[in-house]
């Protein structure tokens, strides 16, 4: 596997754009297009939130179609409670897309990211497509990257290559999202994180649905930053085969190093997310060892990724481990308290339920200081495991979110 | 029911005293005592954390003991994380109290909270107690309230008298906690959210633990400050039957009126928790109707309580209620979106899952600058309703908990 970070190792055949619509108020970009010169098959996950944003709705829809060439996104506007008329704007978005580019409708996928209950203001969004189709180009990827952002300060892109028999495939992806993060994205189902994966690949439809599911369990299903979860979350995936590597269409050699890739990429971008997320000043990684099952991992690493006391604690840079006790032991997983261990770094401070001996808060500290926080939970009752990431929670969080829609 | 505020309203035959015995760094009291002059019968409830503190475990276990006349309490160390010296530690506790007031050990429950993972200073504990039993009195019940406070910024006190039969029976009660309070707690299994009821009705055991069970129910266990469950949490009420009231020994009017004025008078005690909340400015109210069943209403409700968003913009008087509509989405009820309405205040926001015609944000914001800010959804899919409460998130909270243990 090469890792490649930035836009120049796109995947073959996929060009991009970005532009200003006016649906920001700040003025800046918010109007984005992805779209593979071929006809590509697609997979989705999206929010398991019962309150979905009317671009989730019509997504879910289109993806039933067999091959997709286009993605329309635009941040500044969520598109959710916005009832029948949410769901025509949405239809509409992508419609004017179909137009443009002469697709059908159902081959373009859609996503919106921004504020709910303001009303898309379609008639914008049209005005801008001829320009939009117009600079669609390979280098146009950052201005993709960059269009999608809302709160972040940074855009989120990174590709890897991987060997499938004698052919290099490329796997690449951007994502946004640094507020009302705690995605819990379902396959054929249901962040507003939003991310948009694309790969030169040749696979199968169902085989890249299995794929992404994988991918997405120990990537952005394991970041929060805030533990909100939104209306709007959706990754998308296109796979347009240009590669020309031997389809893969079971769960074969080629499948898995696919899906490995897949995961890896999807983990760094995930990664990108928590640490820029709204007014963080640390990456916090959890990782959970020694459980029964991956699942139970999953639930205690997730639980004290989501602890504003531990999270204040981080951005305090004072190693407060009762914190990461006390959130372990409420997260409904059965575990024996007593045997228990937590490092902070490579300091243990809990051992078997108890204060380490020797543990000095001094030496811990340290390992609070630095930009990513490592904490480790060695439950001691199996051996499944699990890695959670998020963010340190500052005032700046406070002040971000608390004159965001004013 | 009559509402009596204050240590004046106290059940017959209490005394209680707090003093300072050098546990808390900053030198304020730290170890309290409430005691019955006669045995009477108690119920506990108790944190649903996996990891629960040593003091937890000790009360569980004398509990089982038929009547009780004793709860010590400590604030500045929560004898968590200290192994099988905590639970020596927490029976020493139990044991020093009981021999000055001439009690089996047994009849003694035991509470603290404060610091995780640091050794109880039991020496201190009992070199304080002489004191501390020589000061118990009636009008002492101000300090045992005061005592119990760790980051609380007013003690909290609240009594109610209600007439069973031909006589009138007092509850009390004081709590303490505005951090780490998102309680679950359980009768007979496991806040630092801790309470002290008590009471002159004259009441069975069992009775009395089932009455306790449906008053936390709607009370403690609907509050949230931020989300993370304590390793303490613990609410015991004693009854010593001093009032003469025909004892309560079924589940009769007696029982349901006594069920009923307990209930109010945790609920009130509740309230004062969220109040105040570390950091806060404001008490939210959050009214879920219209639901399955209480369970349904319950865990809708409690998750707009956890909402980080939308408790930051409560603190920016921001009438944000698209963070409501995505917080209700996610708690894992099923319930028909496009049926949802979400009211600020008397002004309604979404109707039917879309943005409420002629909804005016400046009208909303001026219920949103109120020192109480009421939100109330409807899911209109049943009769169930159910109420929690939380505050809202300032830049002071996270001053408060980068700064805590250091």
Redesign the interface.
């Known amino acids: 596997m090469i890792i490649v970070k930035g836009g120049a190792a796109s995947p073959k055949g996929y060009l991009a754009n970005g532009m200003k619509a006016g649906i920001k108020p700040s003025g800046r970009k918010d109007l984005a297009l992805l779209y593979s010169e071929v006809p590509a098959v697609a997979a989705g996950a999206f929010t398991?939130?019962?309150?979905?944003a009317s671009p989730v709705k019509i997504s879910r829809e289109h993806l039933k179609a067999k091959t997709h060439q286009a993605v329309i996104v635009n941040s500044g506007n969520?598109n959710?409670?916005?009832?029948?008329?949410?769901e025509k704007d949405a239809v509409e978005m992508a419609k004017g897309a179909a137009r443009m580019l002469r697709l059908d409708p159902h081959m373009v996928l859609v996503a919106s990211t921004g504020?709910?209950?303001?009303k898309l203001p379609v008639a914008k969004i049209k005005k801008a497509l001829p320009e939009l189709v117009m600079g669609l180009s390979r280098a146009n990827s950052t201005a993709f990257a960059e269009t999608i952002m809302t709160t972040d300060t940074k855009s989120k892109e990174f590709a890897v290559k991987v060997r499938l028999g004698r052919v290099v495939v490329t796997i690449g992806g951007a994502c946004k999202g640094v507020?009302?993060i705690?995605p819990?994205m379902q396959t054929e189902r249901h962040a507003t994180m939003l991310a948009f994966l694309t790969t030169d690949a040749a696979i199968s439809k169902r085989m890249l649905e299995s794929s992404l599911d994988e991918a997405i369990r120990d990537s952005f299903n394991m970041v929060s930053v805030?533990?909100?979860?939104?209306?709007n979350d959706s990754c998308f995936i296109l796979a347009n085969g240009l590669a020309g590597n031997a389809r893969i269409a079971a769960r074969d050699t080629g499948y898995r190093k696919f899906t490995e890739a897949l995961t890896f990429m999807a983990g760094e971008l995930a990664k990108m997310l928590a640490q820029d997320g709204e007014g963080a000043t640390k990456l916090v990684e959890i990782e959970v060892r020694g459980a029964h099952t991956v699942e139970d991992a999953r639930k205690v690493a997730r639980k004290i990724s989501?602890?504003?006391?531990l999270k204040?604690?981080v951005?305090?840079m004072?190693p407060?481990?009762?914190?990461i006790?006390?959130?372990?032991?409420?997260?409904g997983?059965?575990?024996d308290?007593d045997r228990?261990d937590v490092y902070l770094g490579p300091v243990k401070?809990?051992s078997?339920?108890?204060?380490a001996k020797g543990f000095s808060k001094g030496r811990a500290r340290k390992f609070f200081k630095d930009k990513k926080v490592r904490i480790a939970v060695d439950l001691k009752s199996g051996r499944a495991k699990a890695t959670a990431w998020t963010c340190d929670?500052?005032?700046e969080?406070?002040?971000?979110?608390?004159?965001?829609?004013?």
Chains 1, 2 share one sequence.
Not at 48 to 52: A, F, H, I, K, P
Not at 115 to 118: A, S, T
Not at 325 to 331: D, H, I, K, L, N
Not at 397 to 406: G, L, P, Q
């Open positions: 398991t939130n019962r309150c979905q969520a959710c409670a916005n009832g029948k008329q949410g504020i709910i209950g303001v507020g009302m705690h819990e805030d533990a909100d979860m939104s209306t989501t602890s504003n006391l204040c604690a951005f305090g004072d407060n481990w009762g914190r006790v006390a959130a372990a032991g409420s997260s997983v059965e575990f308290y228990m401070a809990l078997n339920g108890a204060i929670f500052s005032k969080y406070v002040a971000i979110n608390s004159e965001y829609s004013t």
